[in-house]
Protein backbone atom coordinates (compact mmCIF):
# COMPACT_ATOMS: atom_id res chain seq x y z
CA UNK A 1 0.00 0.00 0.00
CA UNK A 2 2.70 2.39 1.11
CA UNK A 3 4.71 1.39 -2.07
CA UNK A 4 1.68 2.35 -4.20
CA UNK A 5 0.83 5.80 -2.13
CA UNK A 6 4.42 6.90 -3.43
CA UNK A 7 4.58 6.17 -6.53
CA UNK A 8 0.87 7.51 -6.72
CA UNK A 9 2.55 10.84 -5.05
CA UNK A 10 5.59 10.47 -8.10
CA UNK A 11 3.19 10.51 -11.15
CA UNK A 12 0.99 13.46 -9.39
CA UNK A 13 4.29 15.44 -8.75
CA UNK A 14 5.73 14.75 -12.86
CA UNK A 15 2.29 15.78 -13.83
CA UNK A 16 2.66 19.33 -11.43
CA UNK A 17 5.55 19.82 -13.53
CA UNK A 18 4.87 19.26 -16.86
CA UNK A 19 1.45 21.76 -16.01
CA UNK A 20 3.64 24.41 -14.50
CA UNK A 21 5.35 24.74 -17.42
CA UNK A 22 2.74 24.50 -19.51
CA UNK A 23 1.39 27.38 -18.18
CA UNK A 24 4.22 29.19 -18.07
CA UNK A 25 3.94 29.44 -21.97
CA UNK A 26 1.37 32.33 -20.65
CA UNK A 27 2.94 34.73 -18.69
CA UNK A 28 0.27 36.85 -17.85
CA UNK A 29 -0.64 36.92 -14.48
CA UNK A 30 -4.07 37.94 -13.24
CA UNK A 31 -7.13 36.48 -11.68
CA UNK A 32 -8.02 34.50 -14.24
CA UNK A 33 -4.79 32.18 -14.13
CA UNK A 34 -4.90 32.54 -9.97
CA UNK A 35 -7.70 30.77 -9.86
CA UNK A 36 -7.00 28.31 -13.00
CA UNK A 37 -3.66 27.30 -11.24
CA UNK A 38 -5.85 27.12 -7.42
CA UNK A 39 -7.82 24.25 -8.91
CA UNK A 40 -5.23 22.56 -10.44
CA UNK A 41 -2.70 22.67 -8.21
CA UNK A 42 -5.47 21.78 -5.17
CA UNK A 43 -3.24 18.82 -3.68
CA UNK A 44 -5.33 16.20 -4.99
CA UNK A 45 -4.20 12.39 -5.75
CA UNK A 46 -4.18 12.70 -9.47
CA UNK A 47 -5.57 9.15 -9.14
CA UNK A 48 -6.44 9.13 -13.20
CA UNK A 49 -3.18 10.27 -14.53
CA UNK A 50 -1.66 7.29 -12.16
CA UNK A 51 -4.19 5.05 -13.89
CA UNK A 52 -2.47 6.10 -17.35
CA UNK A 53 1.06 5.29 -16.11
CA UNK A 54 -0.19 2.05 -14.71
CA UNK A 55 -2.07 0.96 -17.21
CA UNK A 56 0.96 1.97 -19.75
CA UNK A 57 2.64 -0.52 -18.39
CA UNK A 58 1.47 -3.12 -20.08
CA UNK A 59 2.08 -1.88 -23.46
CA UNK A 60 5.76 -0.66 -22.27
CA UNK A 61 4.96 3.24 -23.21
CA UNK A 62 7.15 6.07 -22.65
CA UNK A 63 6.64 7.54 -19.45
CA UNK A 64 6.85 11.08 -21.08
CA UNK A 65 3.79 10.43 -23.08
CA UNK A 66 1.79 9.20 -20.46
CA UNK A 67 2.24 12.25 -18.36
CA UNK A 68 1.48 14.16 -20.95
CA UNK A 69 -1.92 12.21 -21.67
CA UNK A 70 -2.57 12.49 -17.46
CA UNK A 71 -1.96 16.37 -17.48
CA UNK A 72 -4.85 16.55 -20.05
CA UNK A 73 -7.37 14.36 -17.86
CA UNK A 74 -6.14 16.45 -14.82
CA UNK A 75 -7.81 19.87 -16.79
CA UNK A 76 -10.46 17.95 -17.19
CA UNK A 77 -11.20 16.60 -13.69
CA UNK A 78 -10.13 19.68 -11.86
CA UNK A 79 -12.70 21.57 -14.59
CA UNK A 80 -15.44 19.43 -13.32
CA UNK A 81 -14.84 19.87 -9.35
CA UNK A 82 -14.29 23.97 -9.84
CA UNK A 83 -18.26 23.39 -12.05
CA UNK A 84 -19.57 20.98 -9.23
CA UNK A 85 -18.62 23.28 -6.25
CA UNK A 86 -20.65 25.88 -7.51
CA UNK A 87 -24.06 27.40 -6.09
CA UNK A 88 -25.98 26.22 -9.00
CA UNK A 89 -25.04 22.49 -8.45
CA UNK A 90 -23.52 20.84 -5.64
CA UNK A 91 -23.30 24.14 -3.62
CA UNK A 92 -20.01 22.66 -1.85
CA UNK A 93 -17.78 25.47 0.44
CA UNK A 94 -14.85 23.08 0.46
CA UNK A 95 -12.73 20.98 -1.53
CA UNK A 96 -9.42 18.91 -0.70
CA UNK A 97 -9.10 21.20 2.65
CA UNK A 98 -9.36 24.10 0.99
CA UNK A 99 -12.09 26.73 0.06
CA UNK A 100 -13.87 25.80 -3.80
CA UNK A 101 -12.73 28.19 -5.94
CA UNK A 102 -15.80 30.15 -6.86
CA UNK A 103 -15.72 30.87 -2.65
CA UNK A 104 -11.71 32.25 -3.15
CA UNK A 105 -12.47 34.13 -6.57
CA UNK A 106 -16.04 34.59 -7.25
CA UNK A 107 -18.43 32.86 -9.26
CA UNK A 108 -18.39 34.58 -12.45
CA UNK A 109 -14.13 33.53 -12.64
CA UNK A 110 -14.52 30.00 -11.30
CA UNK A 111 -16.68 29.19 -14.27
CA UNK A 112 -14.35 31.01 -16.22
CA UNK A 113 -11.62 29.21 -14.72
CA UNK A 114 -13.41 25.92 -15.16
CA UNK A 115 -13.94 26.32 -19.06
CA UNK A 116 -10.32 27.36 -19.45
CA UNK A 117 -9.08 23.70 -17.79
CA UNK A 118 -11.37 22.26 -20.41
CA UNK A 119 -9.98 24.03 -23.11
CA UNK A 120 -6.48 23.70 -21.95
CA UNK A 121 -7.02 19.61 -21.71
CA UNK A 122 -7.01 19.79 -26.07
CA UNK A 123 -4.33 22.24 -26.45
CA UNK A 124 -1.64 19.66 -24.49
CA UNK A 125 -3.16 16.71 -26.65
CA UNK A 126 -2.69 18.71 -29.87
CA UNK A 127 0.71 20.61 -28.62
CA UNK A 128 4.13 19.51 -29.36
CA UNK A 129 4.39 18.40 -25.58
CA UNK A 130 2.53 15.18 -26.95
CA UNK A 131 4.64 13.90 -29.37
CA UNK A 132 2.90 11.25 -31.13
CA UNK A 133 1.40 10.99 -34.96
CA UNK A 134 -1.78 13.05 -35.94
CA UNK A 135 -4.14 10.17 -36.34
CA UNK A 136 -3.27 9.00 -32.46
CA UNK A 137 -3.60 12.69 -31.71
CA UNK A 138 -6.80 13.20 -33.41
CA UNK A 139 -8.19 9.90 -31.54
CA UNK A 140 -7.07 10.79 -27.97
CA UNK A 141 -8.75 14.75 -28.50
CA UNK A 142 -12.38 12.87 -30.05
CA UNK A 143 -12.51 10.37 -27.33
CA UNK A 144 -11.51 12.67 -24.07
CA UNK A 145 -14.43 15.01 -25.83
CA UNK A 146 -17.08 12.02 -26.21
CA UNK A 147 -15.81 11.43 -22.00
CA UNK A 148 -16.42 15.05 -21.10
CA UNK A 149 -19.60 16.00 -22.65
CA UNK A 150 -23.41 15.43 -22.56
CA UNK A 151 -22.59 11.43 -22.52
CA UNK A 152 -19.83 12.22 -20.27
CA UNK A 153 -19.14 14.10 -17.21
CA UNK A 154 -21.39 17.13 -17.79
CA UNK A 155 -24.13 14.18 -18.76
CA UNK A 156 -23.42 12.70 -15.37
CA UNK A 157 -23.75 16.03 -13.11
CA UNK A 158 -26.82 16.17 -14.82
CA UNK A 159 -28.33 12.90 -13.87
CA UNK A 160 -26.86 13.25 -10.22
CA UNK A 161 -28.43 16.66 -9.89
CA UNK A 162 -32.16 15.39 -11.18
CA UNK A 163 -31.69 11.99 -8.92
CA UNK A 164 -31.64 14.10 -6.33
CA UNK A 165 -34.17 13.47 -3.08
CA UNK A 166 -36.04 10.79 -5.23
CA UNK A 167 -35.82 7.03 -5.53
CA UNK A 168 -33.95 5.79 -8.49
CA UNK A 169 -33.02 2.34 -9.53
CA UNK A 170 -29.36 0.48 -9.29
CA UNK A 171 -29.21 0.63 -12.72
CA UNK A 172 -30.43 3.98 -13.06
CA UNK A 173 -27.22 5.16 -10.63
CA UNK A 174 -24.60 3.27 -12.17
CA UNK A 175 -25.56 4.55 -15.28
CA UNK A 176 -25.49 8.42 -13.72
CA UNK A 177 -21.96 7.17 -11.97
CA UNK A 178 -20.38 5.71 -15.28
CA UNK A 179 -21.16 9.01 -17.04
CA UNK A 180 -20.27 11.13 -13.97
CA UNK A 181 -16.92 9.45 -12.47
CA UNK A 182 -16.92 6.41 -15.04
CA UNK A 183 -16.31 8.05 -18.45
CA UNK A 184 -12.83 10.21 -17.74
CA UNK A 185 -11.35 6.94 -15.96
CA UNK A 186 -12.07 5.30 -18.70
CA UNK A 187 -10.57 7.39 -21.21
CA UNK A 188 -7.65 7.03 -18.84
CA UNK A 189 -7.02 3.18 -20.03
CA UNK A 190 -8.16 3.57 -23.42
CA UNK A 191 -6.28 6.21 -23.96
CA UNK A 192 -2.90 3.67 -23.73
CA UNK A 193 -4.41 1.34 -26.29
CA UNK A 194 -4.97 4.15 -28.63
CA UNK A 195 -1.29 5.59 -28.00
CA UNK A 196 -0.07 2.28 -28.35
CA UNK A 197 -1.49 1.76 -31.49
CA UNK A 198 -3.56 -1.72 -30.17
CA UNK A 199 -7.33 -1.09 -31.63
CA UNK A 200 -8.11 -4.49 -30.66
CA UNK A 201 -7.61 -3.51 -26.77
CA UNK A 202 -9.22 -0.56 -27.17
CA UNK A 203 -13.18 -1.92 -25.90
CA UNK A 204 -11.59 -4.39 -23.34
CA UNK A 205 -9.93 -0.96 -21.28
CA UNK A 206 -12.84 1.25 -21.73
CA UNK A 207 -15.01 -1.15 -20.37
CA UNK A 208 -12.63 -1.85 -17.63
CA UNK A 209 -11.95 1.54 -16.68
CA UNK A 210 -16.00 2.04 -16.34
CA UNK A 211 -15.64 -0.84 -13.86
CA UNK A 212 -12.86 0.76 -11.58
CA UNK A 213 -14.60 4.14 -12.11
CA UNK A 214 -17.69 2.58 -10.36
CA UNK A 215 -15.66 1.21 -7.63
CA UNK A 216 -13.97 4.68 -7.09
CA UNK A 217 -17.35 6.12 -6.80
CA UNK A 218 -18.80 3.48 -4.77
CA UNK A 219 -15.89 3.71 -2.35
CA UNK A 220 -15.96 7.27 -2.31
CA UNK A 221 -19.67 7.60 -1.71
CA UNK A 222 -18.43 5.46 1.57
CA UNK A 223 -15.80 7.48 2.47
CA UNK A 224 -18.49 10.37 2.57
CA UNK A 225 -19.72 7.84 5.81
CA UNK A 226 -16.96 6.33 7.40
CA UNK A 227 -14.35 9.10 6.26
CA UNK A 228 -12.00 11.26 8.12
CA UNK A 229 -13.28 14.89 7.11
CA UNK A 230 -9.16 16.26 7.77
CA UNK A 231 -8.16 13.56 5.54
CA UNK A 232 -10.78 14.30 3.07
CA UNK A 233 -10.78 17.56 3.06
CA UNK A 234 -14.27 18.47 3.31
CA UNK A 235 -17.38 17.60 5.24
CA UNK A 236 -18.41 13.93 5.59
CA UNK A 237 -22.10 12.99 5.05
CA UNK A 238 -22.88 15.64 2.49
CA UNK A 239 -24.25 12.94 0.21
CA UNK A 240 -27.15 11.77 2.47
CA UNK A 241 -27.85 15.46 3.22
CA UNK A 242 -28.61 16.54 -0.24
CA UNK A 243 -30.38 13.46 -0.81
CA UNK A 244 -27.85 12.24 -3.31
CA UNK A 245 -28.48 8.73 -5.69
CA UNK A 246 -25.85 6.43 -4.50
CA UNK A 247 -25.12 2.79 -4.28
CA UNK A 248 -25.38 3.20 -0.82
CA UNK A 249 -28.85 4.65 -0.30
CA UNK A 250 -30.27 1.88 -2.77
CA UNK A 251 -28.31 -1.03 -1.10
CA UNK A 252 -27.41 0.05 2.28
CA UNK A 253 -24.39 0.15 3.47
CA UNK A 254 -23.17 -3.65 4.28
CA UNK A 255 -24.48 -5.02 0.92
CA UNK A 256 -22.39 -1.36 -0.68
CA UNK A 257 -19.43 -2.80 0.86
CA UNK A 258 -20.06 -6.06 -0.56
CA UNK A 259 -20.69 -5.19 -4.07
CA UNK A 260 -16.99 -2.91 -4.16
CA UNK A 261 -15.34 -6.11 -3.00
CA UNK A 262 -16.75 -8.27 -6.18
CA UNK A 263 -16.53 -5.34 -8.25
CA UNK A 264 -12.73 -5.44 -7.38
CA UNK A 265 -12.28 -9.23 -7.56
CA UNK A 266 -13.94 -9.31 -11.14
CA UNK A 267 -11.45 -6.47 -12.62
CA UNK A 268 -8.58 -7.86 -10.94
CA UNK A 269 -9.73 -11.56 -12.54
CA UNK A 270 -10.27 -9.56 -16.27
CA UNK A 271 -6.95 -7.79 -16.11
CA UNK A 272 -5.02 -10.38 -15.09
CA UNK A 273 -6.37 -13.74 -17.46
CA UNK A 274 -5.73 -10.90 -20.00
CA UNK A 275 -2.15 -9.38 -19.47
CA UNK A 276 -0.84 -11.71 -16.36
CA UNK A 277 2.05 -9.78 -15.06
CA UNK A 278 1.58 -6.98 -17.11
CA UNK A 279 -1.35 -5.92 -15.47
CA UNK A 280 0.10 -5.59 -12.51
CA UNK A 281 0.66 -1.97 -11.56
CA UNK A 282 -2.76 -1.43 -12.47
CA UNK A 283 -4.23 -4.24 -10.24
CA UNK A 284 -2.16 -2.75 -7.56
CA UNK A 285 -4.07 0.07 -8.70
CA UNK A 286 -7.58 -1.40 -8.27
CA UNK A 287 -6.42 -2.60 -4.35
CA UNK A 288 -5.67 0.83 -3.17
CA UNK A 289 -9.09 1.76 -4.37
CA UNK A 290 -10.42 -0.50 -2.35
CA UNK A 291 -8.62 -0.08 0.87
CA UNK A 292 -8.05 3.92 0.87
CA UNK A 293 -8.68 5.99 3.03
CA UNK A 294 -8.96 9.45 1.79
Do not use: W
Not at 28 to 54: H, P
Not at 79 to 100: A, E, N, Q, T
Not at 190 to 198: D, Q
Not at 210 to 218: A, E, P, R, S
Amino acid sequence: MKDTERRIIKVAKDVDIFLKNFLKQNQQNNKLLEAIKYGLFSGGKKFRSYLIVSSGKIFNLDYRKLISIGAAVECIHSYSLIHDDLPSMDDDDFRRGKKSTHKVFGESTAILAGNSLLTLAFEILTSNKMIANPKTKSDLVHTLASSSGYTGIAGGQFLDLKFEKIKVSKNSIIDMQNKKTGELISFSLESVAILAGKEAERKFLKKIGLDIGLLFQVTDDLLDVFGDTKKIGKPTRGDKKKGKATIIKNLGIDKAIEFSYQLADSITEKLKNRYGTRADSLVDSVNFLLRRDH
